[in-house]
Antibody
Framework: DVQLVESGGGLVQPGRSLRLSCVGS????????MHWVRQGPGRGLEWVSS????????AYADSVRGRFTISRDNARNSLYLQMSNLTPEDTALYFC????????????????WGQGTLVTVSS | QSVLTQPPSASGTPGQRVTISCSGS????????VHWYQHVPGSAPKVLIY???QRPSGVPDRFSGSKSGTSASLAISGLRSEDEADYYC???????????FGGGTKLTVL
């Protein structure tokens, strides 16, 4: 069975940085694009960022571009999200999700999800 | 403001059929696949429909999806209490070069 386990969330002050991690198991991690999706308090799901199977391409939502960096280490079956210059609007439950193919563009979808890790940005 | 537009709420009684709409534009739904997700708060979201109308294995055939032009809809027949959840449509947006979600529809089973 596919398992995705996020970690790294916590309470952080505005302007600071945080790094989220997601470890995948039960599938060939290096054969799939991966994603981060978040849900703010009282809000809906929001796509944050995606990365292709081999890190050759990545994409970001306008709300995080320039502040967040997605990366992966296929040898460790791990996905990362480096978040900098955090604001209270970044407060959310962050989910890691697996795609169905190598790339994240049209045709793919979020096939499997983790349980999420909570990030709270507050002074 | 979400790129895809969904009604914030929907409701029905057990056994009824309900539909949830999702409206977009030519840069997303009009030219790309639509997918639907079910999210029970506190648990991981789950894909219900992919590729406009395909069901992953394990998803009951009570759930069905359709797309026409720049709109899509999710239908749930034989409504059950365990269907009470938040439902999201999603697609790829060519202009934004990224994935987009609807704002979500909270389904209540009365």
């Amino acid at each position: 069975d596919v398992q995705l386990v996020e970690s790294g969330g916590g309470l952080v002050q505005p302007g600071r940085s945080l790094r989220l991690s997601c470890v995948g198991s039960g599938f060939s991690f290096d054969k799939y694009a991966m994603h981060w999706v978040r849900q703010g308090p009282g809000r809906g799901l929001e796509w944050v960022s995606s990365i292709s199977w081999g890190s050759g391409s990545s994409a970001y939502a306008d709300s995080v571009r320039g502040r967040f960096t997605i990366s992966r280490d296929n040898a460790r079956n791990s996905l990362y999200l480096q978040m900098s210059n955090l604001t209270p609007e970044d407060t959310a439950l962050y989910f890691c999700a697996k795609d169905v193919g190598y790339f994240y563009d049209n045709g793919g979808y979020f096939a499997d999800w983790g349980q999420g890790t909570l990030v709270t940005v507050s002074s | 403001q979400s790129v895809l537009t969904q009604p914030p709420s929907a409701s029905g009684t057990p056994g009824q059929r309900v539909t949830i709409s999702c409206s977009g534009s030519s840069s997303n739904i009009g030219h790309n696949f639509v997918h639907w997700y079910q999210h029970v708060p506190g648990s991981a979201p789950k894909v219900l429909i992919y590729g406009n109308n395909q069901r992953p294995s394990g998803v009951p055939d009570r759930f069905s999806g359709s797309k026409s032009g720049t709109s899509a809809s999710l239908a749930i027949s034989g409504l059950r209490s365990e269907d009470e959840a938040d439902y999201y449509c999603a697609s790829w947006d060519d202009s934004l070069t990224g994935r987009v979600f609807g704002g979500g529809t909270k389904l209540t089973v009365l």
